[in-house]
Every structure is written in C-alpha cells, then in structure tokens.
C-alpha cells in the first residue's frame, strides 16, 4: 500500500478517535471543506511544527480548539493540498515581474512603444529588458528586424527576450556592444536571424542567445534576492506552495540557501540544477542530493536542453517544420553531452531533467535515458514539456518509468499557430496527455512562468478544456487528449509530489503530512469546468504558515 493510503486509512481514524485526548497544537484551522483522495468533508485541520497531525470532523473538535493557540475560521472556504508549479524559472519570474512586460503586444510597434516609454525613465546608456513578444500575434507574424527598435532607442542597449525565452530581440547599439556582424557564424545549437542582405536582425535564437547575454550586466546577489522574494510573493497569491526550479545557478543557489537558512523563503524550491555549469555539477555531485531539515529547499535535479522552443522554430523535429522547409530546428546540445551528464547526475544520486519539445528531441532524451536506466534502475528522470511525441514513443515513458513534466497552458498559447509549424499529421502528435496517461506513464503540471502565468487555475482549465480563458475554439483543440477536472488537480498536488520524489510526505491532505494548503472559495470540481477560472485563493499555507492571505497587507 502506498505511503500516502496508509496514511489516511490508518491514521485518520486513530486521530479522530484521539479527539478527547488531543495535545496542544499551533493551529487549528476549521470550518472548511477538505478534499482529500477518496473525497472531500467538513474537517478541522490540527497543525503541529508544519505537519498536520490530526484531521478532525467538527462535531469532535472541541477540545481541539480549546488547546489549540490560534484558531482560524475558514467556515464556507474549500481546502487542498498545496498547489505544486512542476516546471518554472523563480529569478526570471521575479525579474519579469520588474522588466518591460511585451505580452499580449498586437504589433511590432506596440512593442517598441513600450520599450521606448521605458527607456526614457533609465540612465542614459543603461540596458533596456523586457519579455514577452511574440510574432505570431502580430498581423504579418514574422520576426522583428530591429530598424524601427534602434531609430526610438538609439542610445540604450536592449534585450528583449521572446515569450518562451528561447530567442531575445537586441537593437543595433546591443548588436555593436556583443561584436555580432554579418560575418559572425551561427553559434552550436543557435541561429542569428539575418535579413536579405545578410545583415543580422537583432533576433538571436537559443544558443545565439549568448552572444548577447555575455555583455549584459549579471544580476548582482541583491538583485537575486529581490527576485526570489518577489517570485515567492507572487506564487504564493495563486496558492502555489513549491516551485521546481528549472535551471537553478549557482549564485541562485547560493541566495536560496541563505534564504531558507533565515526562514525566508516563501514557497517550497525544489532545485534542478543548471547542467551547463560544469562546475557546480562537480560541486554539488560531491555532496549529493540535498533536503533541508525543514523541507523548504531540495537540491534534487540537474536541467539540460535537447532543443529549443516551437514558437522560435527551435524544437527539434524528426521532420522539417512545415512553414518552414529548410529547418528541423536545433539540436541544442549533443547527444554526447547529454549522455554524459545524466550519466553523471544519475550517478550523484540527482534526478535528469531533460528539456525536450520536438519529436525529435523527446526521441533523443528517451534514447539517452534507456541507456543510462540500465545502470541505475529506478532513477525516475523527467523530460520538461513532452510537446511533441511521436507514437512509437508515447509507450516508452511508462516502459523507462519517465514522467513528463507537461505546462498545459503551453497548449492553448500555441495552438493557433501549431498547425502552420507542424503540419497536419503531426499536429496529432501535440500536447497528448491523455494518451501518455493511457500509456500508463506518470504527469505533472505546471506553467513554466514566467513564459507563462504560474497562476495553477489558468493551467487546470488549459488542461480539462483545451480552450483559452475567453472559451475558444468552442469545443477544445483536440479535445481527445484533454484531461478532467480530478486529473488537473492532482497533476498540481499529488502527481507533482511523486515527480518531485516527495509523495510520502507532501501533496495530499493526511496526517503526518506537510502543512502545505491552498485554500480556496469554492470547489474547483463542479459540473461546468468554468468553476476553475471562477475560484478565488483565500490563503496559503507553507509548512504550517500563511504565506498569503487575501485582503491582507502583509
């Protein structure tokens, strides 16, 4: 029987039964409605050093709330375990919350307009950064060529990063300041966009991108922390309670590590650390896999690239893209080199993440985990996305025990444009969860914020509708693959705790488990999935603490 089972037909009962008897506790929070794996009742929930330890029908509370030394009424609200974001990046959610916000920009000019109205409140000759442009919402839906960005900011370097951060648009002074020219050679696993004559855009694609980012300023340890912090506020308001971290550096897990050492930390980090840094998978290979006392922090992952974005035509396609003949996208980083990392990683004890969205590349990480899965059975590694998977391959990731790491709001941001990138047939092959599941294979969900919204709501409805907010197309985009409400909610509490190795002591609601609650004012579940977007996030807790409260100021 699993952990989390015998939790809660065993130690449920003893805990009520203990009621007469109970113990002082620090909280008791009642009132709510508490939906657990076989349902959802009345309970008061009885905390204790961030564990619940006792879940108590109302009718048996009273002593409970006698010794308890807070009390909290949450009479009408409904409760679940804590909302996991399986895939996003905490610094750069933070930085977006402070740079040029481009989404949902309807042209290039509005772009630039923004960048422009920004730029004049900066010191002369600062950098300029922003996120969230995407073509495909412009009218030609053509990369930028940036003419028109130079002319309005002519005295300001600027990198504006694409919204799913896998190409960065720079100006003509950020073009001089990184020594890019029509001579300069398309890096390994990146593109320069170029223009008819030759001349480069300002567009640089996935390993280009570096081209540019060796120039910018890096953000100082303060910087950091104001971000992790931000980030941590951020999440915590859409009821989010851990975050994995998808790439984490070593100045970050530096920040992280003083953070939760001073009881800083807001949400729960679950680190993968950034496997291009050779030297800080020596280090933290030589200690191994790490959790802290408390919970708040588990250095648990290494994150590597086998291709880039869809949007970018950066995924990996066993096939040219359709709108697009003479690229397959790119191959970000070698078979060799992924065999060896993960090789090194599985062999620390650390889980591979393996970033994959192409057909082509899902295909490459599942090649790479069958090998190394011979050496080291029981590894559990991920692939982050999972986007597009070629049939022969949907059986393989129940075969190797693979979890895909899926961000369903991924789905209904590209659906207008995947068709054109794709191609008919292999438009079948996208965002296919319900097959994996059928498959047998274990999911998770997330968002990758700040690509886009961390709010868990937005995903669930992406998930069970296959529409956008505003309900389109009417009746889903391959609706065959949608999940259901019950399914979207677990991919966000107890099938992210299983992806993060912590389904024993988080992601449901028992005893002896985490006092890690989102709590909300209705049900998620209901008869018309519009519930989901209709829900409002009254508190959530952490390890037994209000990390938000609505209507609070603190």
Not at 376 to 395: C, F, K, M, T
Not at 491 to 507: I, L, P, S
Request: glycine residues 10%; hydrophobic residues 45%; aromatic residues 6%.
């Amino acid at each position: 029987m699993r952990l989390w089972l015998f939790s809660l037909v065993v130690l449920l009962p003893m805990a009520m039964a203990a009621c007469s008897q109970a113990p002082p506790c620090d909280r008791l929070l009642r009132g709510a409605t508490v939906h657990m794996v076989d349902g959802a009742r009345p309970l008061d929930v009885a905390i204790e050093g961030g564990r619940i330890v006792a879940l108590v029908s109302p009718g048996e509370s009273g002593a409970w709330r006698r010794r308890a030394r807070e009390v909290v009424d949450l009479t009408g609200a409904h409760m679940y375990p804590g909302f996991t974001e399986d895939h996003a990046h905490l610094t750069s959610l933070g930085a977006a919350l402070e740079q040029v916000d481009l989404k949902g920009a309807a042209s290039f000019d509005e772009v630039v307009a923004r960048v422009q109205a920004a730029a004049a409140k900066l010191p002369a000759g600062s950098w300029v950064a922003g996120r969230g442009w995407d073509q495909n919402l412009w009218p030609d839906k053509a990369f930028p060529h940036h003419a028109a960005l130079s002319a309005a900011v002519p005295e300001h370097p600027v990198a504006l990063r694409r919204v799913d951060g896998h190409a960065v648009l720079t100006n003509a002074r950020g073009l001089l300041l990184a020594g890019v020219t029509r001579a300069t050679d398309d890096p390994p696993g990146g593109r320069i966009l170029r223009d008819a004559s030759g001349e480069p855009t300002g567009v640089l694609v996935d390993g280009a991108e570096e081209l540019l980012d060796r120039v910018v300023p890096d953000p100082t340890i303060g910087d950091i922390e104001r971000r992790v912090l931000a980030a941590g506020r951020h999440l915590a308001s859409l009821g989010v309670t851990e975050i994995h971290d998808a790439g984490t550096s070593r100045d970050e897990l530096a920040v992280l590590r003083r953070l939760q050492q001073e009881g800083r930390l807001g949400v729960r980090v679950w680190v993968m650390l950034d496997g291009g840094d050779d030297e800080l998978l020596r280090s933290e290979g030589e200690v191994g896999p790490s959790v802290t006392t408390d919970g708040m922090l588990a250095v648990r992952g290494v994150k590597l690239y086998a291709d880039g974005a869809l949007g970018s035509r950066g995924a990996w396609l066993g096939a040219p893209y359709n709108d697009e003949p003479g690229t397959r996208g790119l191959e970000v980083t070698s078979r060799e080199r992924l065999l060896a990392v993960v090789r090194q990683a599985a062999k620390a004890g650390f889980v591979p993440c393996i970033h994959a969205i192409g057909d082509a590349a899902v295909t490459r990480a599942l090649d790479v985990y069958a090998e190394v899965l011979a050496d080291h059975p029981g590894l559990r590694p991920r692939i982050e996305h999972a986007q597009i998977v070629a049939p022969g391959d949907v059986p393989r990731f129940a075969a190797l025990g693979v979890i895909a790491a899926v961000q369903p709001t991924h789905c209904t941001s590209d659906m207008p444009w995947a068709p054109l990138r794709l191609g008919t047939d292999r438009t079948a092959w996208a965002y296919r969860w319900r097959s994996l599941l059928a498959a047998g294979a274990h999911l998770s969900l997330g968002s990758d914020a700040p690509i886009e919204s961390a709010d868990p709501r937005l995903g669930m409805w992406a998930a069970v509708t296959r529409r956008t907010p505003e309900g389109q197309p009417a009746d889903g985009w391959n609706p065959a693959e949608a999940l259901t409400v019950a399914e979207a909610i677990a991919g966000y509490t107890t099938w992210a705790a299983y992806a993060a190795g912590e389904q024993g002591w988080r992601g449901t609601i028992a005893p002896a488990f985490a006092a890690d609650l989102t709590v909300l004012d209705r049900a998620l579940e209901g008869g018309d999935p519009a519930a989901i977007l209709q829900v409002k996030v009254v508190r959530t807790v952490v390890a037994g603490r209000d990390m938000f409260v609505a209507g609070s100021s603190s």
